[in-house]
């Protein structure tokens, strides 16, 4: 059978032939949610990879980068290169990108090894790895900690606090947007810097563009009568709100309200760009410091690094720093030669100058992306510049010569019906400059195709409830919506009505915000339904929560006001629960520690808790006395032992809503303090403040993981998390907050794509152009700043408040538009079935334009109706479920999965202690007394017996040499005899090579002994033991023996109730006699008379000795083993060597 | 297939390696004999494998005395010893270090060709530098023929990564020689290789005869790399000394080891073997049942590799069958901990100590802490209390227990509102607070007055003569309270046993505060550091990371978790190897010298780059050295693990490695009910211990 690569399409087709038919340029492919594009990008440069490879280039794939800018789209990419590759090498057909499977291979394994594949985040931090000590840094900083980064921004504000210079700035801000408060300044200080940073913005052009709106705001500046003010009102507003404003007070004192607005507004203006700029400036100083730098600095510093026009610091050299920046610019230049970049919409300026100074002029760039799927407006996202690019061929600050462009409307995941439905919705909405006609690459919004076939049941389906409240708020979600999407979501589960071409995915339930999650996933519980919520954090789980708690409490846990406020945390409340009233228990954990006052040793006498709270406390308490082990542990380790001694892998208090994902949470903390922390250590009072830096803000913190999908019913995700990826049934819920909400008018600082601005002062200088109910921020119509209200068919404000406002809102169209184009097969939307009205208006509410799109109003109430729609070449219907399940199933239960083992309770102790090492001179002491030669046999050190002191007539003075050295240079001196094969005379008298060998042993072991000492040692030696060893039968035999082997390796392996154990033994002499007969011989120096203990020990010895030798021996080998006691006396033994003994004598050694 | 039969290099009159054996060790075997003295030196650079050659000759109950194991540079510094009646000296990593750091300070305007390549601050990147000074002796040596190789394959590369390649044969080459005349000692081990093979070609081989006059056969096992130095040895051992040498290489690397060898061996420009085809590596197909397991995380991952040994154990096998392998265990080691734990069992995990953990490093080390900042002027209280927290206990006098967690606490609530203070001010705060003065309060007296007693100014014997005794006291006073309150399994005192022996122990070369005295001096004598307490600290810090000494693995009752590499030549009936992800293992290749050149030299097109020797983590191939040694290992069953996402739903890919196997896939049902605690091991996995007889390494 012939393999071919699947061709490419259409716009698909065109652009790489386009792409590939020149030698550099710029590519911009702009399509539609659904169409390929990564795939077209991947198999682009896949295809690049192939035609170079086979026009000899040697490492093709050094010279390509391909980006996104998630990092779940980043992390498909090498899968993605890898399958078209491995098409290619399939491929029978041959063509310019023919590969054979070595060289596919080869790519793929070069392609491993690329630093330029990846997120735009990862890439440039490779970049940065060369300019991080150009521009200060002493060496590459830790980068996107966000822990260790908010430490430092609030250590880099509290430095600038304490300088007076900026007391007054500090000062004015306070009072005139925090109530006086430090935080909230401290925030908008944040705000302003990244601001500035992420579009790389001069101080000055910071300053002007925040006066400028201020200018913009006041157009005929500050006012001198109330017909002035009246003039902007009818400006911001219209005529008719002009004409019925009625002030609060007096012509006068508006007119000067009004007035000190405007000169307090750009006071404040001006002391806020000037502790920006200061903020930033330290902000930097304690980076370079600490070694610390958020993803943003690391793609400023680098398009500033490579910015040339921004290098007059001090200490500049231009002739050496400009050949190191070039070289610097070159050697990654060469990476970029061809650069593929999915999901370009979302590429911010920061980040767009930062590759423009590495992308070559003679570059091959393409460009794919959907400026309708743009969502990350408020992390500075900048999709006009990918408008541009398509455009006009401007693109990295160059017009490219070669500019080619594809625009494509076809989608290959959505089923006719749901992309007929989400061109209905959006024809209008894209095309509609109240709501999302900002940005887009057209003003006309092109009916997209589709290429997969159409299914009998209704692919477009409606949950529709009865809406209960405001939109938006709580109430309307728990008493109008979640109990019908509950039912409904059950219903649909139970009766197999999804029916998608995966049976097993899971329903995908995307929410725009996290807030109300958890009311449906408790609804949908108690249906029995299985909930993985995949976008929860992991900071605000009750478990990770119940753990910050007790690090704070572990800084000093013996304080007993530190155990009072732990026992006060809102994540231990099971400590304050009163007991239920059939137990025997009166009061709350916490009374009863209270009454020891909060000294929890005192309160663990008494066993009156609950076994879980008593398990807890007994736990705090161990916790507690292991603060030696704390303070050397890392953070990492002191965790691991919170949950370990907790055991809180077993969810003691059911805060968790199952085992695997308790285990989930537990590793993900883990894993995320030990990644946070990497090869530094944090002491306890660290980790508590790390931790806490997420407890107060688990946003900032990372996700709960949900691994394995596929073993819930529904998936919870937001839509955000849920961009660039795909669903076979996706539900949208929530969706009644309207649009406008959280936009600009509830900011103290703007950043909104292009639009910058400082809010005016939040003090009474502020003047509403109309009364509106107090307190609601939404309802406000201020006269300065912007407004969340429409005036005729725009909203109102001054321009470039309203310019910023409909950005707002343009964003949150495209989040649903995202939102809806994730479903492959069917799509769920919750909507109310009373017909919208004010809030929910189409233009202020996703509810109003779906309503209005799908005319909800002509749907039955149950079951499906049809509805018109035009699509490309005609006008169709497609068929709209409304409540079409059945509403009353049983309970699911699905069926449960075996109970991990991981979350039961921790085994006792099954690890005993066995030695995995053993020599014959350490048997005997640790079998006879195991517990005590333990901790010396780990050391390595020698298992001392009970020995007598040495005999005194030996009139040995052991200063500096001791037993032990003098055994070891006798030893030495012995040795060399026997190997050497001296004449009997020679050691008799200690004379020649034995003599050399003495002295040199003394001087070896004991290098500072007094001369005393060495010649009573000389003398012991050459007088006593040599001229007693030469008379010994010892001697004699080995003097007569064929073979003598002196310090004898005799290693094997035995087996000890089935471990297999190493023998590491150095036998004195190992030697055969004339007979064939093998001998084994130790000698020992005795300073006092042999007891039966050392007698017993070196017969064990020697026994091991033999039996081990016999190993190495053939089967019919006869060994003796001969034991021979010099100094104090002279003895030789034979012990006898009996197998079955020594077999007893290892067999106690196991498992102590 | 893997050639596993000797292969003869070389024409009669250019030199020669006498054996080349790729992952065959048999040869290794045969010649072991009981002799009255060695003939073989055996040289392994790594320790472990040098244990695992004995254990393999223990196995099979194999007498060795023919057989000396050596380091390489212990038989190159005998061979000079012996010539020149002195002990060679080497300079370490920290000292070449120390030395180029003083050199860029110093004479930085003599290595401007180095700034594009490493960046202006020459001193922020040296230890690049030395890792890429490393690289060029590995791959080049100091002959002047290979250098000339190493810049016509830098010739050849694209413009950038020409230029960084030029200027970095040059630019460490400059430094290199500066670093040599700045000291009588020998720079590096490279230069100890040379120079043992200049001895020896001077001598026309009575520097070898002189050192080694019994050995007839030297054996290089279980190398990764060839480096140049070495090789230059060895060419010189076996054409001038007539020694033979005997290569025992690896599955991954030896194949191109061999190929180019008579390349490499042979100085003059232009001769040398032709390039024929550059040898394939490959694994040899297991002989036994593999098995493949993948779990969503490495936590499950471990969790389920625990569950297996788990019910591996209660279903017959002992610790002794099984090994955990990864290609580096200590990133294993705390997930596995942990998964293990839960079953109440622990491991043995074959990788360094993690010395800066343990008490008695920190125990030191906050003690030297405290005596700079008291020096230097006041000390704040959670300073001050750090050792006694740490367990600090004078070495003489009454006091014999370390204070309580409590006791330091109540201490610390008493002492806490004072300010920093000086020695003396603490002392007087201190005593006149407490007339009625308690235990703690005693305590940390007799902690100022110690402190009071030091040096404030260490001369290199006040360090040992100070912190030794510190670590005595720990021995005597905390180890036996540490033994008492210990789990059966003795984890903590083990640990902490070890560290004590490691900082302060009876063995001279495993004594860190003696390494620490012995640098101190040196470096003072040089003008690199001051005399303070800060600089001790600096010193013991640098050397317990470089060196933080080996873990005791003395209980057999623990399971062994290896790093591959370390798996040469073991054998366990029941091997399972985690983590083989793609980028974990095979890890991604790396090295100072730019990439082009990496690859070229790797590649070896050119005779030029086969000239040139290849450091392992240069290629891919290591990576196959590990893993084929891992198959090798597993003598009934092997399994191999991964995961499929990290922590933040990352994906990784299947390794490559598994290509090379067929192995058997676990499903999802299996995987549940072996992380389960009901039944045993789950098909296809094999459970109880086979019944046909003894296991060749484990049971006997």
Same mark, same amino acid.
């Given at each position: 059978?012939?393999?071919?690569?699947?061709?490419?399409?259409?716009?698909?087709a065109?652009?790489r032939?386009?792409?590939?038919?020149?030698?550099?340029?710029?590519?911009?492919?702009?399509?539609?949610?659904?169409f390929?594009?990564?795939?077209?990008?991947?198999?682009?440069a896949?295809?690049?990879?192939?035609i170079?490879?086979?026009?000899?280039?040697?490492?093709?794939?050094?010279?390509?980068?391909?980006v996104s800018?998630?990092?779940?789209?980043?992390?498909?990419?090498?899968?993605?290169?890898d399958t078209?590759?491995?098409?290619?090498?399939?491929?029978?057909?041959?063509?310019?990108?023919?590969?054979?499977?070595?060289t596919?291979?080869k790519?793929?394994?070069?392609?491993?090894?690329?630093?330029?594949?990846?997120t735009?985040?990862?890439?440039?931090?490779s970049?940065?790895?060369?300019?991080?000590?150009?521009?200060?840094?002493?060496k590459?900083?830790?980068?996107?900690n966000?822990?260790?980064?908010?430490?430092l921004r609030?250590?880099?504000?509290?430095?600038?606090?304490?300088?007076p210079?900026?007391?007054?700035?500090?000062?004015?801000?306070?009072?005139a947007?925090?109530?006086?408060?430090?935080?909230?300044?401290?925030?908008?200080?944040?705000?302003?810097?990244?601001?500035k940073?992420d579009?790389?913005?001069?101080?000055?052009?910071?300053?002007d563009?925040?006066?400028?709106?201020?200018?913009?705001v006041?157009?005929?500046?500050?006012?001198?009568?109330?017909?002035?003010?009246?003039?902007?009102i009818?400006?911001?507003?219209?005529?008719?709100?002009?004409?019925?404003?009625?002030?609060?007070?007096?012509a006068?004192?508006?007119?000067q309200?009004?007035?000190?607005?405007?000169?307090q507004?750009?006071?404040?203006t001006?002391?806020f760009?000037s502790?920006?700029?200061?903020?930033?400036?330290a902000?930097?100083?304690?980076?370079?410091?600490r070694?610390?730098?958020?993803?943003g600095?690391?793609?400023?510093?680098?398009?500033?690094?490579f910015?040339?026009?921004?290098?007059?610091?001090?200490?500049?050299?231009?002739a050496?720093?400009?050949?190191?920046?070039?070289?610097?610019?070159?050697r990654?230049?060469?990476h970029?030669?061809?650069?593929?970049?999915?999901?370009?919409?979302?590429?911010?300026?920061?980040?767009?100058?930062?590759?423009?100074?590495?992308?070559?002029?003679?570059?091959?760039v393409?460009?794919?992306?959907?400026?309708?799927?743009?969502?990350?407006?408020?992390?500075?996202?900048?999709?006009a510049?990918?408008?541009?690019?398509?455009?006009?061929?401007?693109y990295?600050?160059?017009?490219?010569?070669?500019?080619?462009?594809?625009q494509?409307?076809?989608?290959?995941?959505?089923?006719p019906?749901?992309?007929?439905?989400?061109?209905?919705?959006?024809?209008?909405?894209?095309?509609?400059?109240?709501?999302?006609?900002?940005?887009?690459?057209?003003t006309?919004?092109?009916?997209?195709?589709?290429?997969?076939?159409?299914?009998?049941?209704?692919?477009?389906?409606?949950?529709?409830?009865h809406?209960?409240?405001?939109?938006?708020?709580?109430?309307?979600?728990?008493?109008?919506?979640?109990g019908?999407?509950?039912?409904?979501?059950h219903?649909?589960?139970?009766?197999?009505?999804?029916?998608?071409?995966?049976?097993?995915?899971?329903?995908?339930?995307?929410?725009?915000?996290?807030s109300?999650?958890?009311?449906?996933?408790?609804?949908?519980?108690?249906r029995?339904i299985?909930?993985?919520n995949?976008?929860?954090?992991?900071f605000?789980?009750?478990?990770?929560r119940?753990?910050?708690?007790?690090?704070?409490?572990?800084?000093?846990p013996?304080?007993?006001?530190?155990?009072?406020?732990?026992?006060?945390?809102?994540a231990?409340?099971f400590l304050?629960?009163?007991p239920?009233?059939?137990?025997?228990?009166?009061?709350s954990?916490?009374?009863?520690?209270e009454?020891?006052?909060?000294?929890?040793?005192?309160?663990?006498?008494?066993?009156?808790?609950?076994p879980?709270?008593?398990?807890?406390?007994?736990?705090?308490?161990?916790l507690?006395?292991?603060?030696?082990?704390?303070?050397?542990?890392?953070?990492?380790?002191?965790?691991e032992?919170?949950?370990?001694?907790?055991?809180?892998?077993?969810?003691?208090?059911?805060?968790?809503?199952?085992?695997?994902?308790?285990?989930?949470?537990?590793?993900?903390?883990?894993?995320?303090?030990?990644?946070?922390?990497?090869?530094?250590?944090?002491?306890?009072?660290?980790?508590?403040?790390?931790?806490?830096?997420?407890?107060?803000?688990?946003?900032?913190?990372?996700?709960?993981?949900?691994?394995d999908?596929?073993?819930?019913d529904?998936?919870?995700?937001?839509?955000?998390s849920?961009?660039?990826?795909?669903?076979?049934?996706v539900?949208?819920?929530?969706?009644?907050n309207?649009?406008?909400?959280?936009?600009?008018?509830?900011?103290?600082?703007l950043?909104q794509?292009?639009?910058?601005?400082?809010a005016?002062?939040?003090?009474?200088v502020r003047?509403d152009?109309?009364?509106?109910?107090?307190g609601?921020?939404?309802?406000?119509?201020?006269?300065?700043?912007?407004?969340?209200?429409?005036?005729?068919?725009?909203?109102?404000?001054a321009?470039?408040l309203?310019?910023?406002?409909?950005?707002?809102?343009?964003?949150?169209w495209?989040?649903?538009?995202?939102?809806m184009?994730?479903?492959?097969?069917?799509?769920?939307?919750?909507l109310?079935?009373?017909q919208?009205?004010?809030?929910?208006?189409?233009?202020?509410?996703?509810?109003?334009?779906?309503?209005?799109?799908?005319?909800?109003?002509?749907?039955?109430?149950?079951g499906?109706?049809?509805?018109?729609?035009?699509?490309?070449?005609?006008?169709?219907?497609?068929?709209?479920?409304?409540?079409?399940?059945?509403?009353?199933?049983?309970?699911?239960?699905?069926p449960?999965?075996?109970v991990p083992?991981?979350?039961?309770?921790t085994?006792?102790?099954?690890?005993?202690?066995?030695?995995?090492?053993?020599?014959?001179?350490?048997?005997?002491?640790?079998?006879?007394?195991f517990?005590?030669?333990?901790?010396?046999?780990?050391?390595?050190?020698?298992?001392h017996?009970e020995?007598?002191?040495?005999?005194?007539?030996?009139?040995?003075?052991?200063g500096?040499?001791?037993?032990?050295?003098?055994?070891?240079?006798a030893?030495?001196?012995?040795?060399?005899?026997?190997?050497?094969?001296?004449?009997t005379?020679?050691?008799?008298a200690?004379?020649?090579?034995?003599?050399?060998?003495?002295r040199?042993?003394?001087?070896?072991?004991?290098?500072t002994?007094?001369?005393s000492?060495?010649r009573?040692?000389?003398?012991?030696?050459?007088?006593t033991?040599?001229?007693?060893?030469?008379?010994?039968?010892?001697?004699?035999?080995?003097?007569?023996?064929?073979?003598?082997?002196?310090?004898?390796?005799?290693?094997?392996?035995?087996?000890?109730?089935?471990?297999?154990?190493?023998?590491?033994?150095?036998?004195?002499?190992?030697?055969?006699?004339?007979?064939?007969?093998?001998?084994?011989?130790e000698?020992?120096?005795?300073?006092?008379?042999?007891?039966?203990?050392?007698?017993?020990?070196?017969?064990a010895?020697?026994a091991?000795?033999?039996?081990?030798?016999?190993?190495?021996?053939?089967?019919?080998?006869?060994?003796?083993?001969?034991?021979?006691?010099?100094?104090?006396?002279?003895?030789?033994?034979?012990?006898?060597?009996?197998q079955?003994?020594?077999r007893?004598?290892?067999?106690?050694?196991r498992?102590? | 297939?893997?050639?596993?039969?000797?292969?003869?290099?070389?024409?009669?009159?250019?030199?020669?390696?006498?054996?080349?054996?790729v992952?065959?060790?048999?040869?290794?075997?045969?010649?072991?004999?009981?002799?009255e003295?060695?003939?073989?030196?055996?040289?392994?650079?790594?320790?472990?494998h040098?244990?695992?050659?004995?254990?393999?000759?223990?196995?099979r109950d194999?007498?060795?005395?023919?057989?000396?194991?050596?380091?390489?540079?212990?038989?190159?510094?005998?061979v000079?010893?012996?010539?020149?009646?002195?002990?060679?000296?080497?300079?370490?990593?920290l000292?070449?270090?120390?030395?180029?750091?003083?050199i860029?300070k110093?004479?930085?305007?003599?290595?401007?060709?180095?700034?594009?390549?490493?960046?202006s601050?020459?001193?922020?990147?040296?230890?690049?530098?030395?890792?890429?000074?490393?690289?060029?002796?590995?791959?080049?040596?100091?002959d002047?023929?290979?250098?000339?190789?190493?810049?016509?394959?830098?010739?050849?590369?694209?413009?950038?990564? &020409?230029?960084?390649?030029?200027? +970095?044969?040059? !630019?460490?080459?400059?430094? %290199?020689?500066? =670093?040599?005349e $700045?000291?009588? /000692?020998?720079?590096?081990e490279?230069?100890?290789?040379?120079?043992?093979?200049q001895?020896?070609?001077?001598?026309?081989?009575?520097?070898?005869?002189?050192?080694?006059?019994?050995?007839?056969?030297?054996a290089?096992?279980?190398?990764?790399?060839?480096?140049?130095?070495l090789?230059?040895f060895?060419?010189?051992?076996?054409?001038?000394?007539?020694v033979d040498?005997?290569?025992?290489?690896?599955?991954?690397?030896?194949?191109?080891?061999?190929?180019?060898l008579q390349?490499?061996?042979?100085?003059?420009?232009?001769?040398?073997?032709?390039?024929?085809?550059?040898?394939?590596?490959?694994?040899?197909?297991?002989?036994?049942?593999?098995t493949?397991?993948?779990?969503?995380?490495?936590?499950?991952?471990?969790?389920?590799?625990a &569950?297996?040994?788990?019910?591996? +154990?209660?279903s !017959?096998?002992?610790?002794s %069958?099984?090994? =955990?392998?990864? $290609?580096?265990? /200590?990133?294993?080691?705390?997930?596995?901990?942990?998964?293990?734990?839960?079953?109440?069992?622990?491991?043995?995990?074959?990788?360094?100590?993690?010395?800066?953990r343990t008490?008695?490093?920190?125990?030191?080390?906050?003690?030297c802490?405290?005596?700079?900042t008291?020096?230097?002027?006041?000390?704040?209280?959670?300073?001050l209390?750090?050792?006694?927290?740490?367990?600090?206990?004078?070495?003489?006098g009454?006091?014999?227990?370390?204070?309580?967690?409590?006791?330091?606490?109540?201490?610390?609530?008493?002492l806490n509102?004072?300010?920093?203070?000086?020695?003396e001010?603490?002392?007087?705060h201190?005593?006149?607070?407490?007339?009625?003065i308690?235990?703690?309060?005693?305590?940390l007296?007799?902690?100022?007055?110690?402190?009071?007693?030091?040096?404030?100014?260490?001369?290199?014997?006040?360090?040992?003569?100070?912190?030794?005794?510190?670590?005595?006291?720990?021995d005597?006073?905390?180890?036996?309270?540490?033994?008492?309150?210990?789990a059966?399994?003795?984890?903590?005192?083990?640990?902490?046993?070890?560290?004590?022996?490691?900082?302060?122990?009876?063995?001279?070369?495993?004594?860190?505060?003696?390494?620490?005295?012995?640098?101190?001096d040196?470096?003072?004598?040089q003008?690199?550091v001051?005399?303070?307490?800060g600089?001790?600290?600096?010193?013991?810090?640098?050397?317990?990371?470089?060196?933080?000494?080996?873990?005791?693995?003395?209980?057999?009752e623990?399971?062994d978790?290896?790093?591959?590499?370390?798996?040469?030549?073991?054998?366990?009936?029941?091997?399972?190897?985690l983590?083989?992800?793609?980028?974990?293992?095979?890890?991604r290749?790396?090295?100072?010298?730019?990439?082009?050149?990496?690859?070229?030299?790797?590649?070896?097109?050119s005779i030029?780059?086969r000239?040139?020797?290849?450091?392992?983590?240069?290629?891919?191939a290591?990576?196959?050295?590990?893993?084929?040694?891992v198959?090798?290992?597993?003598?009934?069953?092997?399994?191999?693990?991964?995961?499929?996402?990290?922590?933040?739903?990352?994906s990784?890919?299947?390794?490559p490695?598994?290509?090379?196997?067929?192995?058997?896939?676990?499903?999802?049902?299996?995987?549940h009910?072996?992380?389960?605690?009901?039944g045993?091991v789950?098909?296809?996995?094999?459970?109880?211990?086979?019944?046909?007889?003894?296991?060749?390494g484990g049971?006997?």
């Amino acid at each position: 059978m012939s393999d071919r690569v699947p061709d490419l399409e259409g716009a698909q087709a065109r652009i790489r032939e386009a792409f590939l038919n020149q030698e550099s340029g710029l590519f911009v492919l702009a399509c539609t949610a659904g169409f390929g594009k990564s795939t077209t990008a991947e198999r682009i440069a896949a295809d690049v990879l192939a035609i170079s490879s086979q026009a000899g280039t040697l490492h093709p794939e050094e010279q390509l980068a391909v980006v996104s800018f998630s990092q779940d789209d980043a992390a498909s990419i090498e899968p993605g290169l890898d399958t078209a590759l491995d098409a290619f090498a399939d491929d029978d057909a041959a063509t310019e990108r023919s590969l054979d499977e070595a060289t596919a291979n080869k790519l793929q394994r070069g392609l491993r090894q690329s630093d330029y594949i990846g997120t735009i985040d990862s890439v440039l931090r490779s970049v940065f790895e060369d300019v991080a000590t150009e521009v200060g840094f002493d060496k590459m900083p830790t980068v996107g900690n966000e822990a260790l980064l908010a430490s430092l921004r609030r250590d880099c504000l509290e430095k600038l606090r304490e300088n007076p210079e900026y007391a007054p700035q500090f000062e004015q801000l306070e009072n005139a947007y925090a109530d006086g408060e430090s935080t909230a300044v401290d925030e908008l200080l944040e705000a302003g810097r990244e601001a500035k940073r992420d579009r790389r913005l001069s101080a000055d052009a910071f300053r002007d563009q925040l006066t400028g709106t201020v200018d913009d705001v006041y157009p005929e500046g500050a006012p001198s009568t109330l017909a002035d003010v009246r003039e902007d009102i009818r400006r911001f507003y219209d005529n008719s709100v002009a004409e019925s404003f009625e002030p609060a007070e007096t012509a006068t004192e508006t007119v000067q309200r009004d007035q000190a607005c405007h000169d307090q507004w750009r006071d404040c203006t001006e002391a806020f760009t000037s502790l920006v700029s200061a903020y930033e400036r330290a902000y930097d100083n304690i980076c370079l410091d600490r070694g610390v730098a958020a993803h943003g600095d690391v793609a400023y510093w680098i398009a500033a690094y490579f910015d040339t026009d921004s290098h007059d610091h001090p200490g500049y050299e231009p002739a050496r720093d400009e050949e190191i920046r070039e070289r610097i610019r070159r050697r990654h230049a060469v990476h970029f030669q061809t650069l593929v970049v999915d999901e370009a919409q979302d590429i911010s300026v920061v980040q767009h100058d930062a590759l423009a100074e590495l992308v070559p002029d003679d570059a091959r760039v393409l460009l794919a992306g959907d400026t309708n799927q743009c969502i990350y407006g408020w992390r500075n996202a900048r999709p006009a510049l990918l408008a541009q690019a398509f455009d006009t061929g401007r693109y990295f600050n160059r017009d490219w010569g070669v500019h080619r462009r594809e625009q494509a409307a076809k989608t290959y995941r959505m089923r006719p019906d749901i992309i007929a439905a989400v061109d209905t919705v959006f024809t209008d909405v894209f095309t509609d400059p109240q709501r999302g006609a900002v940005e887009s690459l057209e003003t006309e919004y092109p009916l997209v195709t589709t290429d997969r076939d159409a299914k009998t049941v209704p692919s477009v389906r409606v949950a529709g409830y009865h809406a209960n409240g405001v939109p938006g708020s709580q109430e309307w979600f728990e008493t109008g919506e979640a109990g019908t999407l509950a039912t409904y979501l059950h219903s649909a589960i139970a009766t197999d009505e999804f029916v998608q071409e995966d049976p097993s995915e899971a329903v995908t339930v995307l929410f725009p915000r996290r807030s109300n999650m958890d009311t449906l996933e408790r609804k949908l519980q108690a249906r029995g339904i299985t909930v993985a919520n995949a976008s929860q954090r992991l900071f605000a789980t009750p478990l990770v929560r119940l753990v910050c708690a007790v690090v704070d409490w572990l800084v000093d846990p013996f304080d007993p006001a530190r155990t009072r406020t732990l026992f006060e945390d809102e994540a231990c409340a099971f400590l304050r629960a009163d007991p239920p009233e059939d137990s025997p228990l009166e009061n709350s954990p916490r009374h009863k520690v209270e009454a020891h006052d909060y000294q929890l040793d005192a309160v663990t006498e008494e066993a009156e808790f609950a076994p879980a709270v008593e398990s807890f406390i007994r736990g705090l308490c161990t916790l507690a006395a292991n603060r030696a082990r704390h303070a050397c542990d890392p953070g990492e380790l002191v965790l691991e032992d919170i949950v370990q001694t907790l055991d809180l892998r077993t969810d003691p208090f059911d805060l968790v809503e199952d085992d695997e994902r308790c285990l989930a949470i537990i590793d993900a903390l883990l894993d995320h303090v030990g990644e946070w922390e990497g090869a530094d250590r944090y002491t306890v009072a660290d980790l508590s403040a790390v931790v806490n830096e997420y407890r107060v803000e688990p946003k900032d913190g990372p996700m709960v993981p949900v691994l394995d999908t596929t073993e819930y019913d529904v998936v919870f995700r937001t839509i955000h998390s849920m961009k660039g990826d795909e669903a076979g049934v996706v539900c949208l819920a929530d969706l009644s907050n309207p649009v406008g909400a959280r936009g600009p008018h509830g900011q103290r600082f703007l950043a909104q794509g292009e639009h910058l601005a400082l809010a005016p002062p939040e003090t009474d200088v502020r003047i509403d152009v109309e009364q509106t109910d107090a307190g609601s921020r939404d309802a406000s119509t201020p006269l300065r700043w912007a407004a969340n209200r429409w005036v005729d068919d725009r909203l109102a404000g001054a321009p470039p408040l309203r310019a910023a406002g409909a950005a707002h809102r343009a964003d949150r169209w495209r989040l649903l538009y995202v939102a809806m184009t994730r479903a492959r097969d069917q799509i769920v939307l919750s909507l109310p079935r009373e017909q919208a009205a004010g809030p929910q208006a189409p233009r202020n509410n996703w509810l109003g334009t779906l309503q209005e799109a799908l005319k909800l109003e002509r749907a039955p109430p149950r079951g499906s109706y049809e509805l018109p729609v035009q699509r490309a070449s005609d006008e169709r219907t497609i068929t709209v479920g409304i409540n079409d399940v059945p509403f009353d199933p049983a309970p699911v239960t699905t069926p449960s999965r075996p109970v991990p083992r991981a979350a039961e309770p921790t085994a006792p102790v099954q690890t005993q202690r066995t030695p995995r090492f053993i020599s014959g001179s350490i048997l005997s002491p640790l079998v006879t007394e195991f517990d005590r030669h333990w901790l010396p046999y780990v050391q390595g050190r020698a298992l001392h017996t009970e020995r007598a002191e040495p005999d005194r007539s030996l009139d040995l003075p052991f200063g500096t040499i001791g037993p032990d050295g003098l055994g070891t240079i006798a030893h030495d001196v012995l040795a060399m005899a026997t190997s050497e094969c001296v004449a009997t005379e020679t050691l008799r008298a200690c004379t020649g090579p034995l003599r050399k060998a003495l002295r040199s042993s003394l001087t070896r072991h004991s290098p500072t002994i007094e001369e005393s000492e060495r010649r009573a040692v000389e003398e012991f030696v050459s007088h006593t033991l040599c001229p007693q060893f030469a008379a010994t039968e010892t001697w004699t035999r080995l003097q007569t023996s064929e073979t003598t082997f002196t310090e004898e390796a005799t290693d094997t392996l035995v087996d000890i109730g089935g471990l297999s154990i190493e023998t590491q033994n150095h036998i004195d002499v190992v030697s055969m006699a004339p007979d064939g007969t093998w001998h084994v011989d130790e000698v020992k120096i005795i300073l006092t008379p042999p007891d039966e203990t050392m007698r017993r020990r070196h017969n064990a010895q020697l026994a091991f000795y033999a039996w081990a030798l016999q190993q190495q021996l053939s089967q019919d080998a006869e060994v003796e083993a001969t034991l021979t006691y010099l100094g104090q006396t002279t003895q030789t033994h034979q012990p006898q060597i009996s197998q079955s003994r020594l077999r007893r004598q290892l067999a106690q050694l196991r498992s102590r | 297939m893997i050639d596993d039969t000797a292969t003869e290099l070389a024409t009669s009159n250019s030199p020669r390696i006498g054996q080349i054996h790729v992952a065959d060790e048999r040869g290794l075997y045969t010649r072991a004999k009981r002799a009255e003295r060695p003939t073989d030196i055996v040289m392994t650079p790594e320790q472990l494998h040098r244990r695992n050659l004995k254990r393999a000759l223990a196995r099979r109950d194999k007498p060795r005395s023919s057989l000396t194991f050596q380091t390489p540079t212990d038989v190159a510094r005998t061979v000079i010893e012996t010539q020149s009646s002195s002990t060679p000296t080497v300079l370490d990593q920290l000292d070449r270090i120390r030395g180029l750091e003083t050199i860029l300070k110093e004479k930085s305007e003599a290595y401007e060709e180095l700034r594009p390549v490493f960046g202006s601050n020459l001193a922020a990147s040296v230890e690049q530098i030395e890792i890429a000074r490393g690289e060029l002796r590995l791959v080049a040596g100091t002959d002047t023929e290979r250098l000339a190789a190493a810049r016509t394959v830098a010739d050849g590369l694209s413009g950038t990564a &020409a230029a960084d390649t030029h200027a +970095l044969l040059s !630019g460490i080459q400059t430094l %290199d020689k500066q =670093l040599s005349e $700045r000291t009588d /000692d020998i720079v590096s081990e490279s230069s100890l290789f040379h120079r043992a093979a200049q001895a020896v070609r001077e001598t026309d081989g009575a520097a070898w005869t002189d050192a080694y006059s019994h050995i007839e056969q030297v054996a290089v096992a279980g190398v990764s790399s060839l480096g140049t130095p070495l090789l230059e040895f060895l060419t010189a051992l076996s054409g001038t000394a007539g020694v033979d040498v005997a290569l025992y290489l690896r599955a991954g690397t030896g194949p191109q080891i061999r190929h180019r060898l008579q390349v490499r061996m042979t100085i003059s420009a232009g001769s040398g073997t032709p390039s024929q085809s550059n040898d394939q590596w490959n694994i040899q197909a297991p002989s036994c049942s593999v098995t493949e397991l993948h779990a969503a995380t490495k936590h499950e991952e471990c969790r389920a590799v625990a &569950a297996l040994v788990d019910k591996l +154990l209660t279903s !017959g096998h002992t610790p002794s %069958d099984i090994a =955990l392998v990864a $290609r580096n265990a /200590d990133e294993y080691e705390r997930p596995l901990s942990r998964a293990m734990a839960v079953y109440g069992r622990h491991l043995s995990v074959w990788s360094q100590l993690e010395l800066k953990r343990t008490l008695p490093y920190r125990l030191v080390a906050t003690t030297c802490e405290v005596l700079e900042t008291l020096d230097s002027g006041t000390v704040p209280i959670d300073q001050l209390l750090r050792p006694l927290a740490i367990h600090w206990t004078p070495s003489r006098g009454s006091i014999k227990t370390p204070l309580s967690a409590t006791e330091m606490s109540a201490l610390k609530r008493h002492l806490n509102d004072s300010e920093p203070r000086s020695l003396e001010s603490w002392l007087k705060h201190v005593g006149n607070e407490n007339d009625n003065i308690e235990a703690p309060t005693r305590h940390l007296v007799a902690f100022l007055n110690w402190c009071r007693d030091q040096p404030t100014r260490p001369a290199p014997e006040d360090v040992s003569n100070v912190l030794a005794p510190l670590v005595d006291a720990f021995d005597r006073n905390v180890l036996p309270a540490l033994v008492a309150n210990d789990a059966p399994d003795y984890s903590d005192v083990s640990r902490t046993a070890r560290a004590v022996e490691r900082v302060a122990g009876e063995t001279d070369g495993d004594h860190l505060i003696r390494e620490t005295a012995a640098k101190y001096d040196d470096w003072l004598k040089q003008g690199h550091v001051s005399r303070t307490w800060g600089e001790v600290r600096d010193i013991l810090d640098a050397l317990a990371t470089v060196r933080p000494g080996r873990r005791e693995h003395k209980n057999a009752e623990r399971i062994d978790v290896l790093d591959a590499t370390d798996t040469w030549l073991r054998s366990y009936p029941y091997v399972i190897a985690l983590g083989l992800i793609d980028g974990v293992w095979p890890q991604r290749t790396h090295g100072a010298f730019p990439f082009e050149f990496r690859a070229a030299v790797v590649a070896g097109d050119s005779i030029s780059a086969r000239r040139l020797g290849v450091r392992g983590a240069w290629t891919e191939a290591r990576e196959y050295d590990h893993f084929a040694d891992v198959v090798r290992t597993a003598s009934d069953n092997l399994v191999v693990t991964r995961f499929r996402e990290d922590v933040e739903g990352v994906s990784y890919q299947r390794s490559p490695l598994l290509e090379t196997l067929d192995p058997t896939i676990l499903d999802d049902a299996a995987l549940h009910r072996l992380c389960s605690s009901s039944g045993g091991v789950p098909t296809p996995l094999p459970g109880a211990p086979s019944e046909t007889g003894p296991y060749k390494g484990g049971r006997q």
